[in-house]
């Protein structure tokens, strides 16, 4: 599967954004997805993943209760909806998705994925 993702942008702190990531190719329900972000300098981090049909997620500490991941099977997309956005979490964005995930599977290592898209930048400003 082939996926673009898209939404970023420049926002104040405490704006929000919405991240999507559409993907091409059959069976999009087939893989479990998530989103990491990389910021200038540093590694590949964790920030949200969902299951095959979207009944489990999970979450980075740093995001969790300000960021929601959401998916769409009907339109090959994935969603991160971010609010409270802080300069700290001014990263491109990537979504990934891993085709050997059971169904109810929330992988959440770089690892796992061996679809990744072209990245998003997101910039907070403080």
């Known amino acids: 599967v082939q996926l673009q993702a898209s939404g970023g942008g420049l926002v104040q702190a405490g704006g929000s954004l919405r991240l999507s990531c559409v993907a091409s190719g059959p069976f999009f329900s087939g893989y479990a997805t998530a989103w990491f972000r990389q910021a200038a300098g540093r590694g590949r981090e964790f920030v949200a993943t969902?299951?095959?049909?979207?009944?489990?997620?999970i979450y980075a500490d740093s995001v969790k209760g300000r960021f929601t991941i959401s998916r769409d099977n009907d339109k090959n997309t994935m969603y991160l909806q971010m609010h409270s956005l802080k300069p700290e979490d001014t990263a491109v964005y990537y979504c990934a998705a891993d085709g050997s995930a059971g169904r109810w599977s929330t992988p959440a290592d770089l690892r796992e994925f061996e679809n990744w898209g072209q990245g998003t930048l997101v910039t907070v400003s403080s």
């Open positions: 969902i299951s095959r049909g979207g009944g489990n997620t």
